[in-house]
Protein backbone atom coordinates (compact mmCIF):
# COMPACT_ATOMS: atom_id res chain seq x y z
CA UNK A 1 0.00 0.00 0.00
CA UNK A 2 1.25 3.40 -0.96
CA UNK A 3 1.44 6.38 0.79
CA UNK A 4 -1.86 7.69 -0.69
CA UNK A 5 -4.07 4.44 0.30
CA UNK A 6 -2.30 4.38 3.61
CA UNK A 7 -2.91 8.18 4.37
CA UNK A 8 -6.55 7.45 3.06
CA UNK A 9 -6.70 4.57 5.68
CA UNK A 10 -5.57 6.33 8.47
CA UNK A 11 -7.95 8.94 7.34
CA UNK A 12 -11.13 6.73 7.05
CA UNK A 13 -10.33 5.51 10.45
CA UNK A 14 -10.02 8.93 11.84
CA UNK A 15 -13.16 10.11 10.98
CA UNK A 16 -15.08 7.27 12.04
CA UNK A 17 -13.58 7.64 15.08
CA UNK A 18 -14.13 11.05 15.37
CA UNK A 19 -18.31 10.14 14.44
CA UNK A 20 -18.29 7.50 17.33
CA UNK A 21 -16.50 9.99 19.97
CA UNK A 22 -14.19 9.39 22.61
CA UNK A 23 -15.57 8.57 26.45
CA UNK A 24 -16.30 5.77 28.58
CA UNK A 25 -17.88 2.57 27.26
CA UNK A 26 -15.01 1.51 24.68
CA UNK A 27 -16.08 -0.89 22.15
CA UNK A 28 -19.74 -1.20 23.74
CA UNK A 29 -20.16 2.70 22.91
CA UNK A 30 -19.00 2.28 19.42
CA UNK A 31 -21.24 -0.87 19.31
CA UNK A 32 -24.11 1.48 20.40
CA UNK A 33 -23.17 4.25 18.07
CA UNK A 34 -23.22 1.87 14.92
CA UNK A 35 -26.19 -0.26 15.50
CA UNK A 36 -27.75 3.44 16.17
CA UNK A 37 -26.64 4.37 12.97
CA UNK A 38 -27.75 1.30 10.84
CA UNK A 39 -31.84 2.19 12.81
CA UNK A 40 -31.34 5.71 11.43
CA UNK A 41 -30.17 4.49 8.16
CA UNK A 42 -32.82 1.56 7.93
CA UNK A 43 -35.65 4.12 8.62
CA UNK A 44 -34.50 6.73 6.30
CA UNK A 45 -34.18 3.67 3.41
CA UNK A 46 -38.10 2.81 4.29
CA UNK A 47 -39.14 6.30 4.28
CA UNK A 48 -37.51 7.39 1.02
CA UNK A 49 -38.51 4.24 -0.27
CA UNK A 50 -42.05 4.91 0.69
CA UNK A 51 -41.73 8.70 -0.90
CA UNK A 52 -40.32 6.94 -3.91
CA UNK A 53 -43.55 4.76 -4.12
CA UNK A 54 -45.81 8.03 -3.67
CA UNK A 55 -44.46 10.01 -6.62
CA UNK A 56 -45.19 6.50 -8.77
CA UNK A 57 -48.24 6.42 -7.59
CA UNK A 58 -49.15 9.78 -8.64
CA UNK A 59 -47.59 8.95 -12.34
CA UNK A 60 -44.36 11.05 -11.74
CA UNK A 61 -42.49 8.25 -11.72
CA UNK A 62 -40.00 9.73 -14.33
CA UNK A 63 -38.78 12.51 -11.91
CA UNK A 64 -37.65 10.10 -9.47
CA UNK A 65 -34.00 10.15 -11.42
CA UNK A 66 -33.38 14.02 -11.22
CA UNK A 67 -34.50 13.63 -7.34
CA UNK A 68 -32.43 10.52 -6.70
CA UNK A 69 -29.58 12.49 -8.21
CA UNK A 70 -30.14 16.24 -6.18
CA UNK A 71 -30.80 14.15 -3.00
CA UNK A 72 -27.53 12.04 -3.12
CA UNK A 73 -26.44 15.16 -3.78
CA UNK A 74 -27.74 17.10 -0.88
CA UNK A 75 -26.48 14.61 1.54
CA UNK A 76 -23.16 14.39 1.00
CA UNK A 77 -22.98 18.44 0.54
CA UNK A 78 -24.26 18.32 4.01
CA UNK A 79 -21.43 15.80 5.31
CA UNK A 80 -18.91 18.03 3.45
CA UNK A 81 -19.72 21.20 5.27
CA UNK A 82 -19.43 19.57 8.79
CA UNK A 83 -16.71 17.83 8.52
CA UNK A 84 -14.53 19.58 5.90
CA UNK A 85 -13.28 22.24 8.79
CA UNK A 86 -10.91 19.36 10.58
CA UNK A 87 -10.46 16.88 7.93
CA UNK A 88 -9.43 19.21 4.93
CA UNK A 89 -8.35 21.96 6.62
CA UNK A 90 -8.46 23.69 10.02
CA UNK A 91 -6.48 20.86 11.64
CA UNK A 92 -4.96 21.00 15.26
CA UNK A 93 -2.49 19.04 13.99
CA UNK A 94 -1.46 21.30 10.59
CA UNK A 95 2.38 21.24 11.49
CA UNK A 96 2.90 17.54 11.58
CA UNK A 97 0.80 16.89 8.33
CA UNK A 98 2.83 19.60 6.83
CA UNK A 99 5.72 17.82 8.07
CA UNK A 100 5.01 14.90 6.48
CA UNK A 101 7.51 13.17 3.78
CA UNK A 102 4.74 12.96 0.71
CA UNK A 103 3.82 15.67 -1.55
CA UNK A 104 1.13 17.89 -0.49
CA UNK A 105 -1.13 16.85 -3.54
CA UNK A 106 -0.88 13.47 -1.71
CA UNK A 107 -2.48 14.79 1.61
CA UNK A 108 -5.08 16.70 -0.22
CA UNK A 109 -6.26 13.70 -2.28
CA UNK A 110 -6.36 11.00 0.45
CA UNK A 111 -8.26 13.98 2.93
CA UNK A 112 -10.74 14.60 -0.02
CA UNK A 113 -11.15 11.00 -0.79
CA UNK A 114 -12.14 10.31 2.63
CA UNK A 115 -14.73 13.58 2.16
CA UNK A 116 -15.99 12.06 -1.61
CA UNK A 117 -16.41 8.50 0.07
CA UNK A 118 -18.44 9.25 2.52
CA UNK A 119 -20.30 11.82 -0.08
CA UNK A 120 -21.01 8.25 -1.96
CA UNK A 121 -21.85 6.52 1.21
CA UNK A 122 -24.75 8.61 1.62
CA UNK A 123 -25.95 8.78 -1.94
CA UNK A 124 -26.09 5.54 -1.80
CA UNK A 125 -28.62 5.62 1.02
CA UNK A 126 -30.44 8.36 0.19
CA UNK A 127 -30.99 7.37 -4.10
CA UNK A 128 -31.01 3.49 -3.85
CA UNK A 129 -34.41 3.45 -2.27
CA UNK A 130 -36.02 6.20 -4.74
CA UNK A 131 -34.51 4.01 -8.08
CA UNK A 132 -35.72 0.71 -6.13
CA UNK A 133 -39.04 2.49 -6.43
CA UNK A 134 -38.60 3.38 -9.46
CA UNK A 135 -37.51 0.32 -11.25
CA UNK A 136 -40.10 -1.38 -9.71
CA UNK A 137 -42.71 0.68 -11.74
CA UNK A 138 -40.72 1.22 -15.00
CA UNK A 139 -39.91 -1.61 -17.17
CA UNK A 140 -35.91 -0.66 -17.57
CA UNK A 141 -32.88 -2.52 -19.28
CA UNK A 142 -29.11 -3.12 -18.64
CA UNK A 143 -28.06 -0.01 -19.78
CA UNK A 144 -30.71 2.14 -17.27
CA UNK A 145 -29.80 0.00 -14.21
CA UNK A 146 -25.64 0.70 -15.41
CA UNK A 147 -26.66 4.73 -15.46
CA UNK A 148 -28.64 4.59 -12.54
CA UNK A 149 -26.00 3.19 -10.47
CA UNK A 150 -22.57 4.66 -12.20
CA UNK A 151 -25.01 7.64 -11.52
CA UNK A 152 -25.49 7.00 -7.79
CA UNK A 153 -21.48 6.65 -7.59
CA UNK A 154 -20.67 9.72 -9.39
CA UNK A 155 -23.52 12.16 -8.39
CA UNK A 156 -22.30 13.93 -5.09
CA UNK A 157 -18.65 14.31 -6.18
CA UNK A 158 -18.92 17.80 -7.73
CA UNK A 159 -20.99 18.83 -5.49
CA UNK A 160 -18.96 17.47 -2.25
CA UNK A 161 -15.70 19.04 -3.55
CA UNK A 162 -17.72 22.34 -4.01
CA UNK A 163 -19.25 22.09 -0.74
CA UNK A 164 -15.62 21.65 1.04
CA UNK A 165 -14.57 24.81 -1.22
CA UNK A 166 -17.23 26.67 0.67
CA UNK A 167 -16.74 25.37 3.84
CA UNK A 168 -13.43 26.97 3.72
CA UNK A 169 -14.90 30.53 2.56
CA UNK A 170 -17.26 30.07 5.40
CA UNK A 171 -14.74 29.03 8.20
CA UNK A 172 -12.17 31.83 6.36
CA UNK A 173 -14.84 34.59 6.83
CA UNK A 174 -15.88 33.63 10.72
CA UNK A 175 -12.61 33.60 11.37
CA UNK A 176 -12.27 37.51 10.81
CA UNK A 177 -15.64 38.25 12.31
CA UNK A 178 -15.87 38.62 15.93
CA UNK A 179 -19.22 37.83 16.46
CA UNK A 180 -19.21 34.71 13.62
CA UNK A 181 -20.71 32.37 16.21
CA UNK A 182 -23.13 34.53 17.24
CA UNK A 183 -24.44 35.00 13.65
CA UNK A 184 -24.78 31.49 12.79
CA UNK A 185 -27.05 30.85 16.16
CA UNK A 186 -29.57 33.77 15.19
CA UNK A 187 -30.03 31.94 11.89
CA UNK A 188 -29.60 28.84 13.08
CA UNK A 189 -32.42 29.27 15.59
CA UNK A 190 -34.61 31.61 12.57
CA UNK A 191 -34.10 28.57 10.59
CA UNK A 192 -35.63 26.02 13.02
CA UNK A 193 -38.63 28.49 13.90
CA UNK A 194 -39.51 28.93 9.97
CA UNK A 195 -39.44 24.88 9.81
CA UNK A 196 -41.53 24.34 12.66
CA UNK A 197 -43.97 26.80 11.90
CA UNK A 198 -43.79 26.43 8.10
CA UNK A 199 -44.32 22.14 8.78
CA UNK A 200 -47.47 24.00 11.23
CA UNK A 201 -49.24 26.01 8.31
CA UNK A 202 -48.62 23.18 5.86
CA UNK A 203 -50.08 20.74 8.10
CA UNK A 204 -53.51 22.81 8.69
CA UNK A 205 -53.59 23.91 4.96
CA UNK A 206 -53.55 20.37 3.77
CA UNK A 207 -56.22 19.44 6.52
CA UNK A 208 -58.41 21.60 4.94
CA UNK A 209 -58.27 19.70 1.71
CA UNK A 210 -60.32 16.51 0.72
CA UNK A 211 -58.25 13.66 -0.59
CA UNK A 212 -58.58 14.35 -3.71
CA UNK A 213 -57.30 17.99 -3.96
CA UNK A 214 -54.31 16.86 -1.76
CA UNK A 215 -53.44 14.53 -4.37
CA UNK A 216 -53.78 17.19 -6.70
CA UNK A 217 -51.54 19.39 -4.96
CA UNK A 218 -49.11 16.58 -4.04
CA UNK A 219 -48.52 15.70 -7.62
CA UNK A 220 -48.16 19.40 -9.06
CA UNK A 221 -45.53 20.27 -6.29
CA UNK A 222 -43.26 17.07 -7.11
CA UNK A 223 -44.12 17.83 -11.10
CA UNK A 224 -42.67 21.91 -10.38
CA UNK A 225 -40.20 20.17 -8.20
CA UNK A 226 -39.14 17.95 -10.78
CA UNK A 227 -38.71 20.97 -13.23
CA UNK A 228 -37.12 23.13 -10.53
CA UNK A 229 -34.24 20.22 -10.11
CA UNK A 230 -33.03 19.93 -13.58
CA UNK A 231 -33.44 23.87 -14.28
CA UNK A 232 -31.43 24.48 -11.27
CA UNK A 233 -29.13 21.96 -11.32
CA UNK A 234 -28.19 20.71 -15.00
CA UNK A 235 -25.76 17.16 -14.41
CA UNK A 236 -29.29 16.26 -12.22
CA UNK A 237 -30.81 16.17 -15.84
CA UNK A 238 -28.13 14.63 -17.68
CA UNK A 239 -28.54 11.90 -15.59
CA UNK A 240 -32.14 11.78 -15.58
CA UNK A 241 -31.91 11.78 -19.41
CA UNK A 242 -29.64 8.94 -19.47
CA UNK A 243 -31.27 6.73 -17.18
CA UNK A 244 -34.46 7.22 -18.63
CA UNK A 245 -34.06 7.64 -22.32
CA UNK A 246 -30.71 6.04 -22.45
CA UNK A 247 -28.88 8.76 -23.50
CA UNK A 248 -25.08 8.67 -23.98
CA UNK A 249 -24.66 12.19 -24.77
CA UNK A 250 -26.24 12.96 -21.30
CA UNK A 251 -24.11 10.75 -19.37
CA UNK A 252 -21.31 11.49 -21.16
CA UNK A 253 -22.04 15.59 -19.70
CA UNK A 254 -22.58 14.03 -16.28
CA UNK A 255 -19.36 12.00 -15.62
CA UNK A 256 -17.34 15.04 -17.50
CA UNK A 257 -18.48 17.77 -15.45
CA UNK A 258 -18.16 15.81 -12.45
CA UNK A 259 -14.66 14.33 -13.24
CA UNK A 260 -13.92 18.33 -14.45
CA UNK A 261 -15.21 19.85 -10.95
CA UNK A 262 -13.14 17.20 -8.66
CA UNK A 263 -10.05 17.67 -10.72
CA UNK A 264 -10.33 21.46 -10.62
CA UNK A 265 -11.20 21.66 -6.74
CA UNK A 266 -8.30 19.17 -5.98
CA UNK A 267 -5.55 21.48 -8.27
CA UNK A 268 -6.98 24.41 -6.35
CA UNK A 269 -7.04 23.37 -2.99
CA UNK A 270 -3.46 21.58 -3.59
CA UNK A 271 -2.18 25.07 -4.52
CA UNK A 272 -3.87 27.14 -1.71
CA UNK A 273 -3.10 24.48 1.17
CA UNK A 274 -0.73 25.91 3.18
CA UNK A 275 -2.40 28.88 3.32
CA UNK A 276 -5.62 27.39 3.98
CA UNK A 277 -3.61 26.70 7.39
CA UNK A 278 -3.18 29.33 8.92
CA UNK A 279 -6.15 31.59 7.23
CA UNK A 280 -9.20 29.59 9.40
CA UNK A 281 -6.93 29.86 12.82
CA UNK A 282 -7.01 33.92 12.20
CA UNK A 283 -8.84 35.32 14.94
CA UNK A 284 -10.68 38.40 14.66
CA UNK A 285 -11.45 40.70 17.80
CA UNK A 286 -10.34 43.59 20.02
CA UNK A 287 -7.02 43.58 21.93
CA UNK A 288 -7.57 43.21 25.57
CA UNK A 289 -7.15 46.24 27.69
CA UNK A 290 -7.26 46.33 31.09
CA UNK A 291 -8.78 49.56 31.25
CA UNK A 292 -11.57 48.22 29.42
CA UNK A 293 -12.88 46.25 32.34
CA UNK A 294 -12.43 48.78 35.15
CA UNK A 295 -15.62 49.48 37.02
CA UNK A 296 -17.08 46.22 35.35
CA UNK A 297 -15.61 43.86 37.95
CA UNK A 298 -18.67 41.42 39.24
CA UNK A 299 -18.41 38.84 41.49
CA UNK A 300 -17.06 35.83 41.43
CA UNK A 301 -20.19 33.95 40.69
CA UNK A 302 -21.75 36.27 38.62
CA UNK A 303 -18.25 36.71 36.15
CA UNK A 304 -18.26 32.69 36.03
CA UNK A 305 -22.11 32.91 34.61
CA UNK A 306 -21.57 35.57 32.29
CA UNK A 307 -18.66 33.37 31.11
CA UNK A 308 -20.93 30.51 31.04
CA UNK A 309 -23.38 32.61 28.97
CA UNK A 310 -21.27 33.59 26.66
CA UNK A 311 -19.96 30.35 25.92
CA UNK A 312 -22.86 29.14 25.05
CA UNK A 313 -23.90 32.34 22.72
CA UNK A 314 -20.15 31.81 21.02
CA UNK A 315 -20.45 27.96 20.44
CA UNK A 316 -23.36 27.08 17.69
CA UNK A 317 -23.33 23.38 18.31
CA UNK A 318 -23.80 23.70 21.89
CA UNK A 319 -26.69 26.50 21.67
CA UNK A 320 -28.49 24.35 18.81
CA UNK A 321 -28.58 21.31 20.87
CA UNK A 322 -29.01 22.50 24.30
CA UNK A 323 -31.14 26.21 23.44
CA UNK A 324 -33.92 24.76 20.74
CA UNK A 325 -36.50 23.72 22.99
CA UNK A 326 -36.45 26.98 24.72
CA UNK A 327 -37.48 28.26 21.34
CA UNK A 328 -40.14 25.79 20.69
CA UNK A 329 -41.54 26.57 24.20
CA UNK A 330 -42.15 30.22 22.80
CA UNK A 331 -43.28 29.12 19.78
CA UNK A 332 -45.76 26.87 21.16
CA UNK A 333 -46.80 29.82 23.82
CA UNK A 334 -47.19 32.18 20.65
CA UNK A 335 -48.96 29.71 18.52
CA UNK A 336 -51.57 28.76 21.38
CA UNK A 337 -51.70 32.75 22.45
CA UNK A 338 -53.25 32.88 18.87
CA UNK A 339 -55.30 30.44 18.28
CA UNK A 340 -55.99 28.89 21.62
CA UNK A 341 -55.71 25.28 22.35
CA UNK A 342 -58.88 23.76 20.58
CA UNK A 343 -57.61 26.28 17.49
CA UNK A 344 -54.58 24.18 17.50
CA UNK A 345 -56.35 21.00 17.91
CA UNK A 346 -58.49 21.62 15.12
CA UNK A 347 -56.46 22.98 12.59
CA UNK A 348 -54.72 20.17 11.40
CA UNK A 349 -50.70 21.08 12.26
CA UNK A 350 -50.48 18.75 14.71
CA UNK A 351 -49.83 15.65 12.88
CA UNK A 352 -51.49 12.85 13.43
CA UNK A 353 -54.42 15.00 15.13
CA UNK A 354 -57.70 15.39 13.28
CA UNK A 355 -60.68 16.30 15.34
CA UNK A 356 -63.97 18.12 14.96
CA UNK A 357 -64.52 21.58 16.77
CA UNK A 358 -67.42 19.41 18.93
CA UNK A 359 -64.83 16.49 19.71
CA UNK A 360 -62.06 19.21 20.53
CA UNK A 361 -64.60 20.85 22.92
CA UNK A 362 -65.32 17.56 24.39
CA UNK A 363 -61.49 17.12 25.17
CA UNK A 364 -60.52 20.44 26.13
CA UNK A 365 -60.17 20.28 29.73
CA UNK A 366 -58.48 16.92 30.17
CA UNK A 367 -55.97 18.17 27.26
CA UNK A 368 -55.43 21.51 29.06
CA UNK A 369 -54.62 19.01 32.19
CA UNK A 370 -51.70 17.57 30.01
CA UNK A 371 -50.41 20.47 28.01
CA UNK A 372 -48.35 21.81 30.58
CA UNK A 373 -46.12 18.51 30.53
CA UNK A 374 -45.35 19.70 26.76
CA UNK A 375 -43.88 22.67 28.02
CA UNK A 376 -42.04 20.57 30.46
CA UNK A 377 -40.20 18.14 27.87
CA UNK A 378 -39.24 21.33 25.73
CA UNK A 379 -37.64 22.30 29.35
CA UNK A 380 -36.00 19.11 29.67
CA UNK A 381 -33.96 19.47 26.34
CA UNK A 382 -32.60 22.72 27.24
CA UNK A 383 -29.69 21.26 29.53
CA UNK A 384 -26.54 23.71 28.73
CA UNK A 385 -25.49 22.62 32.47
CA UNK A 386 -25.60 18.96 31.29
CA UNK A 387 -22.07 19.17 28.74
CA UNK A 388 -20.91 22.04 30.99
CA UNK A 389 -17.96 20.33 32.86
CA UNK A 390 -16.98 18.31 30.37
CA UNK A 391 -16.73 21.43 28.00
CA UNK A 392 -13.95 22.85 29.58
CA UNK A 393 -11.39 20.67 28.28
CA UNK A 394 -7.65 20.99 27.98
CA UNK A 395 -8.73 24.28 30.33
CA UNK A 396 -10.01 22.14 32.88
CA UNK A 397 -7.31 22.99 35.28
CA UNK A 398 -7.82 26.93 35.13
CA UNK A 399 -11.66 26.17 36.92
CA UNK A 400 -9.57 23.31 39.40
CA UNK A 401 -7.37 25.94 40.66
CA UNK A 402 -9.49 28.71 40.95
CA UNK A 403 -10.00 30.01 44.91
CA UNK A 404 -13.43 29.18 45.00
CA UNK A 405 -15.25 26.45 46.16
CA UNK A 406 -17.13 23.56 44.26
CA UNK A 407 -20.50 25.12 44.68
CA UNK A 408 -19.34 27.99 43.57
CA UNK A 409 -18.28 26.95 40.17
CA UNK A 410 -20.14 24.32 39.83
CA UNK A 411 -23.63 26.55 40.61
CA UNK A 412 -22.29 29.55 38.30
CA UNK A 413 -22.88 26.71 35.26
CA UNK A 414 -26.16 25.74 36.76
CA UNK A 415 -27.47 29.57 37.33
CA UNK A 416 -26.39 29.94 33.81
CA UNK A 417 -29.11 27.12 32.82
CA UNK A 418 -31.29 28.45 34.96
CA UNK A 419 -31.04 31.98 33.92
CA UNK A 420 -31.32 31.17 29.85
CA UNK A 421 -34.43 28.54 30.52
CA UNK A 422 -36.03 31.09 33.35
CA UNK A 423 -36.07 33.54 30.63
CA UNK A 424 -37.80 31.37 27.99
CA UNK A 425 -40.46 30.42 30.40
CA UNK A 426 -41.06 34.29 31.89
CA UNK A 427 -41.94 35.02 28.04
CA UNK A 428 -43.87 32.13 27.22
CA UNK A 429 -46.41 32.43 30.83
CA UNK A 430 -46.32 36.57 29.60
CA UNK A 431 -47.83 35.38 26.66
CA UNK A 432 -50.04 33.06 27.91
CA UNK A 433 -51.51 35.36 30.14
CA UNK A 434 -51.70 38.44 28.15
CA UNK A 435 -53.72 36.46 24.98
CA UNK A 436 -56.05 34.75 27.37
CA UNK A 437 -56.23 31.83 25.13
CA UNK A 438 -55.20 29.59 27.77
CA UNK A 439 -56.74 29.77 31.67
CA UNK A 440 -55.00 31.44 34.24
CA UNK A 441 -54.77 28.58 36.56
CA UNK A 442 -53.43 26.42 32.66
CA UNK A 443 -50.77 29.21 32.31
CA UNK A 444 -49.40 29.30 35.87
CA UNK A 445 -48.88 25.25 35.83
CA UNK A 446 -47.40 25.71 32.45
CA UNK A 447 -44.48 27.71 34.31
CA UNK A 448 -44.47 25.29 37.31
CA UNK A 449 -43.94 22.42 35.46
CA UNK A 450 -41.42 23.78 32.85
CA UNK A 451 -39.38 25.27 36.20
CA UNK A 452 -39.58 22.36 38.09
CA UNK A 453 -38.10 19.82 35.09
CA UNK A 454 -35.52 22.43 34.23
CA UNK A 455 -33.82 22.70 37.49
CA UNK A 456 -33.66 19.29 38.66
CA UNK A 457 -32.60 17.88 35.22
CA UNK A 458 -30.11 20.44 34.80
CA UNK A 459 -29.01 19.77 39.03
CA UNK A 460 -29.11 16.10 38.24
CA UNK A 461 -27.25 16.43 34.82
CA UNK A 462 -24.62 18.63 36.14
CA UNK A 463 -23.86 16.51 39.09
CA UNK A 464 -23.51 13.32 36.90
CA UNK A 465 -21.18 15.61 34.36
CA UNK A 466 -18.85 16.53 37.64
CA UNK A 467 -18.94 12.99 39.05
CA UNK A 468 -17.48 11.58 35.35
CA UNK A 469 -16.46 14.66 32.57
CA UNK A 470 -15.11 13.58 29.16
CA UNK A 471 -11.95 16.26 29.02
CA UNK A 472 -10.61 14.40 26.04
CA UNK A 473 -13.37 14.82 23.38
CA UNK A 474 -11.97 15.48 20.18
CA UNK A 475 -15.36 17.72 19.25
CA UNK A 476 -17.74 19.49 21.43
CA UNK A 477 -20.75 17.08 19.69
CA UNK A 478 -19.27 14.53 21.60
CA UNK A 479 -20.44 15.53 24.56
CA UNK A 480 -23.00 17.69 23.41
CA UNK A 481 -25.09 15.06 21.93
CA UNK A 482 -23.52 11.77 22.40
CA UNK A 483 -22.43 12.62 26.29
CA UNK A 484 -24.02 10.30 29.03
CA UNK A 485 -25.60 13.49 31.24
CA UNK A 486 -27.24 14.38 28.22
CA UNK A 487 -28.72 11.78 26.97
CA UNK A 488 -29.29 11.11 30.85
CA UNK A 489 -31.44 14.42 31.03
CA UNK A 490 -33.17 14.09 27.52
CA UNK A 491 -34.55 10.80 28.28
CA UNK A 492 -35.44 11.32 31.55
CA UNK A 493 -37.39 14.49 30.40
CA UNK A 494 -39.16 12.20 27.80
CA UNK A 495 -40.52 9.63 29.82
CA UNK A 496 -41.23 11.71 32.87
CA UNK A 497 -43.41 14.43 30.59
CA UNK A 498 -45.03 12.17 28.60
CA UNK A 499 -45.99 9.98 31.75
CA UNK A 500 -47.14 12.78 33.47
CA UNK A 501 -49.11 14.22 30.68
CA UNK A 502 -50.29 10.64 30.25
CA UNK A 503 -51.35 10.31 33.87
CA UNK A 504 -52.67 13.77 34.78
CA UNK A 505 -54.82 13.42 31.31
CA UNK A 506 -56.83 10.66 32.75
CA UNK A 507 -56.67 12.10 35.96
CA UNK A 508 -58.65 15.38 34.90
CA UNK A 509 -61.07 12.53 33.13
CA UNK A 510 -61.70 10.47 36.31
CA UNK A 511 -61.27 11.76 39.29
CA UNK A 512 -61.37 15.77 38.49
CA UNK A 513 -59.22 18.68 37.67
CA UNK A 514 -58.50 19.16 41.18
CA UNK A 515 -56.20 15.73 41.06
CA UNK A 516 -54.27 17.00 37.54
CA UNK A 517 -53.92 20.26 39.36
CA UNK A 518 -51.85 18.15 41.98
CA UNK A 519 -50.08 16.16 39.79
CA UNK A 520 -49.07 19.12 37.76
CA UNK A 521 -47.54 21.22 40.90
CA UNK A 522 -46.71 17.98 43.25
CA UNK A 523 -44.41 16.05 40.26
CA UNK A 524 -42.23 18.84 39.20
CA UNK A 525 -41.69 20.21 42.75
CA UNK A 526 -40.20 16.11 43.61
CA UNK A 527 -38.49 16.70 40.46
CA UNK A 528 -36.55 19.87 41.17
CA UNK A 529 -35.85 18.41 44.80
CA UNK A 530 -34.38 15.68 43.54
CA UNK A 531 -31.92 17.08 41.55
CA UNK A 532 -31.03 20.10 43.72
CA UNK A 533 -30.64 17.72 46.51
CA UNK A 534 -28.21 15.72 43.90
CA UNK A 535 -26.29 18.93 43.08
CA UNK A 536 -26.08 19.78 46.96
CA UNK A 537 -24.35 16.28 48.08
CA UNK A 538 -22.02 16.42 45.12
CA UNK A 539 -20.74 19.95 46.34
CA UNK A 540 -19.87 19.50 50.02
CA UNK A 541 -16.44 19.14 49.32
CA UNK A 542 -13.94 21.78 47.77
CA UNK A 543 -12.40 20.25 45.18
CA UNK A 544 -14.09 21.18 41.84
CA UNK A 545 -13.49 18.16 39.50
CA UNK A 546 -12.85 14.36 40.80
Keep these: MGDFGRLVALQARSLAWGLVGRGHGGRARALGVALGALALSGLAVAYLYLTGSGLVALGLAQAIPALAALAGSLAGVAFAFMKANGTLFGLRDYDFVAALPVPTAVVVLARMATLLGSGVALSLIVSAPLYVAYFGAVPAGAQALACAVLGTLVAPLAPVAVASLAAFGVSAAAARFRHAGVAYLVLSLALVVAIVVGSAVLGAEAGDMDADALVAAAGGA ?325
Design 222 to 546: AALLSSSVEAAYPPAAWLAAAVTHGSWAGLAAFLGTSALVCAATAALVTRLYPRMGGTVSVRGGRSFSASGIRGRVASPLGALVIKELRRVATLPTYALNCCVGLVLMVVLAAALGVVGLEGLLTSGAIDGVDVTAEQAAAISVPVCAALPWAFGFCAAMSLTAAPSVSLEGRSAWVMASLPLARRTVLGAKLLANLVLGGAAIAVSTAVLLACGRVGVTCALECAVVATGMLAGLSGLTITLDARRPNFGFSSPNEVVKRGFPMMVGVMGGLVVSFGCAFAAFLASSSLGQLAADALNVGVPALVAVAGMAAFLRETNDEHVYA
